[in-house]
Structures are given as C-alpha cells and as structure tokens.
C-alpha cells in the first residue's frame, strides 16, 4: 500500500485545514487508518484513528472536538479534517494504514504503513 498525504500549508490561529491522505494498492475499505503528527522537536504523537468498521478515537485531548478523521471509500481517500487551528498544532502529519482490524495506536506505530507526511504550520 502507497500512502501520499497533502493539504498542510501556513495558515493563521483559528483557521480550518482538511489533509487528505490518497491511498493506492489496496482498498481504504479494508484497512484500518490513523494520523499521528510530529511537532518540531517533539516527539511522534497520534492524533486519531479509523477502524475498517469504524470506530473513531482521537488523542492527545488538545484535538478532541476540533480534530474528525474520515474516509471517502469511493475517493480511495482518508482526510483530517482541523478546525480552531493553533500553534501547538504546527507540525508534520502523517497517514498510517494497517491490515489489522481496530489497529491500535501501538500496532500502528509498528506495523504500519506511513505516507512521507504534510506540514501543516500555524502562525500566531
């Protein structure tokens, strides 16, 4: 599975991102499907998730309630959508996909398969 995710960009406090995470090779469907970020200087974190049957979770608690990841099966396509951006959220974003159903944020991490990843910044 190829995974190529695009939409980040500089955008001020307050603004609205939608990442888009195209996947190729397999059925979005079928797979489990995540976002994790990487702030400058941080370490990975994981944002939120999608299971083959649903099922959503987001962390850390600074994304709940601003943060939907979705999936348009018909696109082939997973997205992120953001809103009430702010500073904290600047960093690089990146789709996972798994074949494991209910794919935890672990088995993402290590047994997933990662896009190259967007940057998203968000100024003052």
């Known amino acids: 599975v190829q995974l190529q995710a695009s939409g980040g960009g500089l955008v001020p406090a307050g603004a609205s991102l939608r990442l888009k995470c195209a996947v190729s090779?397999?059925?979005?469907?079928?797979?489990?499907m995540a976002w994790f970020r990487r702030p400058p200087g941080k370490e990975r974190e994981f944002v939120a998730r999608?299971?083959?049957?649903?099922?959503?979770?987001n962390s850390p608690d600074s994304v709940n309630g601003r943060f939907t990841i979705s999936r348009d099966n018909g696109e082939n396509t997973v997205y992120l959508q953001m809103n009430g951006l702010k500073p904290e959220d600047t960093a690089v974003y990146y789709c996972?996909?798994?074949?494991?159903?209910?794919?935890?944020?672990?088995?993402?991490?290590?047994?997933?398969?990662w896009g190259q990843g967007t940057l998203v910044t968000v100024s003052s």
């Open positions: 996972v996909a798994s074949s494991i159903n209910g794919a935890t944020v672990s088995q993402f991490e290590r047994f997933g398969s």
């Open positions: 999608l299971g083959k049957s649903g099922g959503v979770a």
């Open positions: 090779g397999l059925r979005v469907s079928g797979l489990s």
